[in-house]
């Protein structure tokens, strides 16, 4: 199992940016799909962003879609979150995760690892 640390997360004004990062450590992390999860007060966990362990497939939810961008280095074994044109409804924590296996990616279930997750706000 990887263990995961999530940093970065803050207070921005609407519009604005963030990069969040994961920080990994464990015996691997490069044969890992990362994903990022989010979670806004009283609401289900939700899914963001994912990417394959060689980088080349991304996903990403409709809501995140073209301002969002996941991204790893898995030589500093860190996977990142940038988060452009922010708005008030992209306030929640958001959570790290690290899946062996995978079937749409999408899920929270499919995730083996996690992080302890970083807060974002985003006030109007």
């Known amino acids: 199992q990887v263990q995961l640390v999530e940093s970065g997360g803050g207070l921005v004004q609407a519009g604005g940016s963030l990069r969040l990062s994961c920080a990994a450590s464990?015996?691997?992390?490069?044969?890992?799909?990362m994903g990022w999860f989010r979670q806004a007060s009283g609401k289900e966990r939700e899914f963001a962003a994912r990417?394959?362990?060689?980088?080349?497939?991304?996903s990403y939810a409709d809501s995140v879609k073209g301002r969002f961008t996941i991204s790893r280095d898995n030589a500093k074994k860190t996977v990142y979150l940038q988060m452009n044109s922010l708005k008030p409804e992209d306030t929640a924590v958001y959570y790290c995760?690290?899946?062996?296996?995978?079937?749409?990616?999408?899920?929270?279930?499919?995730?083996?690892?996690w992080g302890q997750g970083t807060q974002v706000t985003v006030s109007s």
């Open positions: 995760a690290a899946a062996r296996i995978i079937t749409s990616g999408r899920t929270a279930a499919e995730y083996d690892s």
């Open positions: 464990g015996r691997t992390f490069s044969g890992y799909t």
């Open positions: 990417i394959s362990w060689n980088g080349i497939s991304t």
